[in-house]
């Protein structure tokens, strides 16, 4: 009887089913993310980047990030596991049709805390060392502090190439908030209307208009 790796190791039938299954539960977790008008974790994006999401789905595979990333969730539970109160939680407006995610609630001295929880690879953590957070990060930390009513929040990054973390703390400035607000309302006009809202750029060669899935389509119209 053959033994060799080619005999005991192989593509079947059922190695391709679950394939198929994951792939199809990656496309509904994308599908649900979709379904949400505009979340926190995208704000930062320009409004016409926002408003073609809310038309059609991104290029991007947003799955298997969100799930790499509820496993980190749940080890740092473990770790602070005295001081959690609340993980995962659903946050949403239904004034500014804005949605989030609360990775975990920390009660520390009577105080409650917000963390957000983003697992990097070794190259953004270097970035994060040299030049501090992420914007985009500290942005979608804010908004979800708002939503569940905290004053600050604590942003963790862990490196996961060697499990190193930085943590930064981010408070709640009401000016960026109103702003958010103010994003969030023109967006709701624009679908209602059915218009698209205006180009924020000049030209396609912004660094934003580069990294954004609806660049050529956008450009085109």
């Known amino acids: 009887m053959k033994t060799g790796t080619l005999n005991i190791v192989n593509k079947s039938t059922l190695s391709r089913g679950l394939e198929t299954i994951v792939e199809n539960e990656k496309i509904k977790l994308n599908k649900e993310v979709l379904d949400s008008t505009l979340n926190a974790s995208e704000i930062s994006n320009c409004l016409r980047s926002l408003a073609y999401k809310s038309i059609k789905p991104s290029k991007n595979n947003l799955s298997t990030e969100k799930h790499h990333n509820k496993f980190v969730i749940e080890k740092w539970c473990d770790l602070l596991k005295y001081y959690v109160k609340a993980k995962n939680i659903y946050l949403s407006d239904c004034n500014y049709n804005l949605v989030g995610n609360g990775d975990i609630i920390l009660e520390i001295d009577y105080h409650h805390v917000l963390l957000k929880i983003q697992s990097v690879n070794n190259n953004d953590f270097k970035h994060i060392l040299t030049k501090g957070a992420f914007k985009k990060d500290v ?27 930085e943590i930064f703390q981010v408070y709640l400035f009401t000016q960026i908030i109103e702003s958010v607000k103010s994003k969030c309302k023109n967006l709701m006009e624009c679908k209602i209307k059915g218009e698209l ?13 580069k990294n954004c899935n609806y660049c050529e389509e956008c450009w085109k119209s």
Do not use: A, H, Q, T
Not at 139 to 158: F, K, R, S, T
Not at 197 to 209: A, F, H, I, L
């Open 139 to 165: 942005l979608e930390l804010m908004i979800n502090e708002w939503l569940v009513e905290v004053d600050e929040g604590l942003l963790v990054y862990e490196n996961r190439d060697d499990l190193k973390f």
């Open 197 to 209: 809202p205006d180009r924020p750029y000049k030209k396609n060669n912004s660094k934003e208009c």
